[in-house]
């Protein structure tokens, strides 16, 4: 069963920093592109970056020049570097794969930007 597990979240101060894992149990992690997505209340979800298996990367306007997207093949885990923190970044972060048609979600982690 593929399992998606995110980490990292948390309470920070606007300009701050953190780094959010991805944890993938599967065995096509390698093979797939990875995605962050994001979701505020209230709003609707939407991405935030994405990594191909080639490691191309492409941004959402908001977060460009500020966070960063990777990957370790070698652990099944794919990462987001967040700088520059701001209070719109509040969102609960969720990680995405999709296989042959399947969609596979992680529950999320929540990241609280304080002004």
């Known amino acids: 069963q593929v399992q998606l597990e995110e980490s990292g979240g948390g309470l920070v101060q606007a300009g701050g920093s953190l780094r959010l894992s991805c944890a993938f149990s599967?065995?096509?992690?390698?093979?797939?592109?990875v995605a962050w997505y994001r979701q505020a209340p209230g709003k609707q979800r939407d991405l935030v970056a994405r990594?191909?298996?080639?490691?191309?990367?492409n941004y959402a306007d908001s977060v460009k020049g500020r966070f960063t997207i990777s990957r370790d093949n070698a652990k099944n885990t794919a990462y987001l570097q967040m700088n520059s923190l701001k209070p719109e970044d509040t969102a609960t972060y969720y990680c995405?794969?999709?296989?042959?048609?399947?969609?596979?979600w992680g529950k999320g982690t929540l990241v609280t930007v304080s002004s």
């Open positions: 990594i191909t298996t080639t490691r191309s990367t």
């Open positions: 599967g065995s096509f992690f390698r093979a797939t592109a």
């Open positions: 995405h794969a999709n296989w042959v048609g399947t969609e596979y």
